[in-house]
């Protein structure tokens, strides 16, 4: 079998009929591809729905689970998989007509560890201006490569990975998370010895929930970047050891610590404020270190804030945005 689409299903009965319409409506035979569904516990009407497709094409396999999150959701949508391929597309996005015979080709004749897919965003049934990579046609190259020029997409619905790759190098998401993809997607693209690109957009990505981290700001969002901050200073230091990746982690860490000050600063938690100070301190020299060599200039403004003080950091941030 060439390719296992896995799609995590919670609450999206509204959407989950047009998702699994555009992945049968397929110029690729039903025995080369599966629909790897997963019920993560899905309180709402989404499972009638699968369940009657399912009635009507072999190619839908239905994993059932408790609900754990995304994460779960996906890991347990690999576990599962029998494709040499994985795309993790989600239940509330849809793909194009016919497209899947070309991405096919592209990645078995690469002999590809990941390929990027251009997307188009999709805002209240208007469509924005696709992504592309018509310059990057026949390109191959490594992640690593990739990443030194920061010429990659977290969102790991626009990247397709072979199988075997992902689990020789035993990358998964970390669970119970969100921004699972900022955790994943580093790693997954450092590993990665051969990357190509489709030059077509053809993943349609429904910003009614993506637009914003912000939709929903928990804390629980910002504890959660503490832990990939923490695993990104881990990997960096145990795995890639490399200098010249410091801007890109640098520029990840930057991103993770603004996204949590804004959280924080919105849900006017000062026991969270307190607690998130106290993780900067911890980590002071090696955030530091990261952010001082950022991709981003405002990061590296940011570093020498920090540099003195994680306090003065915050209220440089809360000036700039908030205006005090």
Known sequence: MLLSIIIPIYNVEQY????IES?????LS???YELVMVNDGTPDNSMDIVNKYAQ???NIHIIEQENKGLSEARNAGL???HGEYVWFIDSDDWIKHNCLNEITSRLKNGDLDALQIPMIKVYHDKQVVPHSYKDKDSDITTGKELLKKYLYCYPVQFTLYKRSFLNTYN???YPHIYHEDMEFTPRAFFYANRVGFHTTPVYYYELRNASSIMHTPSVKRAVDMTIIIKNHISFFKNIVKEDQFLPIFGTIIGQLINNSLSIIRINKDNNALKDYVGFLNKYKSDIYRFMHHSFNP?????SIFFRISPNCLVIFYNIVHFGR
Do not use: G, M, P, V
């Open 16 to 19: 989950i009929a047009r998702c």
């Open 23 to 27: 992945c049968l409506n397929q110029d």
């Open 79 to 81: 576990r599962n998989a």
């Open 298 to 302: 405002y990061f590296w403004l940011e």
């Open 171 to 173: 990358l998964s998401f």
């Open 56 to 58: 009507n094409n072999t």
């Open 30 to 32: 039903k025995s080369e």
